[in-house]
């Protein structure tokens, strides 16, 4: 296996560094839930579909390159709640080695 160290902070603000595989096609939202790092129901709603903003996140290192947010991503941030400069769906980006050391904080709930 192939993984990579990621940190991510819960809701609650508790920091988690996690081993993400990067040979398994993961995206972001998919670890999280892996982990259970968010209550169940509550992040990838949609499925990862780029549907639901449920699992919105902020990229807190700015070192690292992440692919260019896609129409239905900027769509999706466009009606979301609590969205920052720094927001981005988990579901759309990918578990790759060059994401080694990111750092990112789970968005709060929008209900």
Do not use: W
Not at 23 to 46: F, K
Not at 97 to 111: D, M, Q, V, Y
Request: net charge negative; glycine share 6%; charged share 25%.
């Amino acid at each position: 296996m192939s993984d990579i160290k990621i940190t991510i902070i819960d809701r609650e603000g508790e920091a988690h560094v996690i081993d993400a595989p990067t040979d398994m096609n993961m995206n972001l939202m998919e670890v999280i839930r892996s982990y259970e790092l968010a209550p169940e129901g509550t992040i990838g709603i949609c499925g990862g579909m780029a549907m639901c903003a449920s699992c919105q996140c902020y990229m807190l290192s700015h070192e690292h390159l992440l692919p260019e947010k896609s129409y239905e991503e900027e769509d999706m941030l466009d009606q979301a709640f609590f969205v920052e400069d720094n927001s981005r769906l988990g579901c759309q980006i990918f578990i790759k080695k060059e994401l080694n050391g990111l750092e990112l904080k789970i968005a709060p709930e929008s209900t």
